[in-house]
């Protein structure tokens, strides 16, 4: 094991408090949430059973951490009722309207600018 992984190596989690790995040497038999999702499954509240760490220079703390679930205490994804698909329109039809003109932008508008590109910037569609 070379220099680089030794502060993310701590199988027996005396370290971190949890068993740690490094980034992509995970043990068999865990998988972290996006992976447990590819694979129709979900956590359903198990604890959290180890993380794996790389280096980042990006973030502040200087670490990335992904936390890792058993697999075979996963349960199988909920599947999509018709209230929950009608909930997730409406929330993303209001992603869409602009408070400002109440139009269907037709994309999600962006929250630094809290309204429709086109009410965002009126003063420059105006001179042009």
Do not use: N
Request: charged content about 20%; glycine content about 10%.
């Amino acid at each position: 094991m070379s220099a680089a992984f030794g502060g993310c190596y701590d199988p027996s989690g005396a370290t971190h408090g949890i068993p740690t790995y490094p980034w992509r040497l995970a043990p068999d038999g865990l998988a972290t949430r996006r992976q447990l999702r590819a694979r129709g499954l979900r956590p359903d509240g198990q604890p959290i059973a180890a993380q794996v760490m790389r280096r980042s220079r990006r973030r502040k703390t200087g670490v990335l951490v992904g936390y890792l679930y058993r697999i075979d205490q996963a349960k199988p994804v909920r599947p999509m009722t018709s209230g929950r698909a009608a909930a997730l329109a409406a929330a993303m039809r209001a992603r869409r309207t602009c408070p400002t003109c109440q139009q269907d932008a037709g994309y999600c508008i962006p929250t630094s600018l809290g309204e429709c590109v086109t009410c965002a910037y009126a003063e420059e569609q105006c001179a042009a």
